[in-house]
């Protein structure tokens, strides 16, 4: 099962999948790192599609997730999700960032995805400890796909390297 699950560094708009996961805020609107690099590949349709959303239902709370077209970026379509923002624990965050990863697979699976990308979500300007954060993606995909036919694939896009060591330390324990 854990040849399911991989871990890359590179760029998320770049990965050959079906869909890819955006580390949102609340709003869809776009902003820094990951979310402003999937914003600005995708293009002025992928803002649109996300106004639509908060037009119909309001803000994507902490740990829901939606669902928009791509744009400009070859994938099937894009899941965006909010991260907790850390408060040092006391706030649930790990329950939240659990309940943002199974939502995304939960959409992907919903749809018929069968290949899925995730940044590290809550861990860049939202400030949760990388590594705390990755064992609890690792967990949950590994987890979901144990007993889930989709997605069958799961990979894990990193921007920097001490994320990329952090994830490939975790996966090697699976």
């Known amino acids: 099962m854990s040849e399911r699950i991989s871990v890359m560094q590179g760029d998320i708009t770049r990965v050959d999948v079906d869909v890819i996961v955006n580390a949102a805020n609340s709003?869809?609107?776009?902003?820094?790192?990951?979310?402003?690099?999937?914003?600005?590949?995708a293009g002025p349709a992928l803002l649109a599609a996300c106004k639509q959303i908060v037009q119909q239902q309001g803000e994507c709370a902490t740990g829901h997730a939606v669902i928009t077209e791509a744009g400009n970026i070859p994938v099937k379509a894009i899941i965006h999700t909010v991260g907790p923002v850390w408060?040092?624990?006391?706030r649930h965050e790990a329950e939240l960032l659990e309940q943002a990863y199974?939502?995304?697979l939960d959409l992907a699976a919903a749809n018929g995805y069968r290949t899925i990308a995730f940044p590290a979500i809550s861990t860049g300007v939202y400030g949760y400890p990388k590594e705390q954060a990755?064992?609890?993606?690792v967990d949950v995909v590994y987890k979901y796909i144990g007993i889930r036919p989709l997605p069958e694939e799961v990979?894990?896009?990193?921007?920097?390297?001490?994320?990329t060591r952090i994830y490939q330390q975790y996966l090697t324990q699976l």
Do not use: K, P, Q, T
């Open 27 to 41: 709003s869809l609107m776009g902003g820094g790192g990951v979310d402003g690099a999937i914003h600005r590949a």
């Open 87 to 90: 408060h040092g624990g006391e």
């Open 134 to 137: 990755a064992r609890i993606a």
């Open 102 to 104: 199974r939502n995304c």
């Open 155 to 163: 990979v894990f896009v990193c921007f920097d390297e001490e994320n």
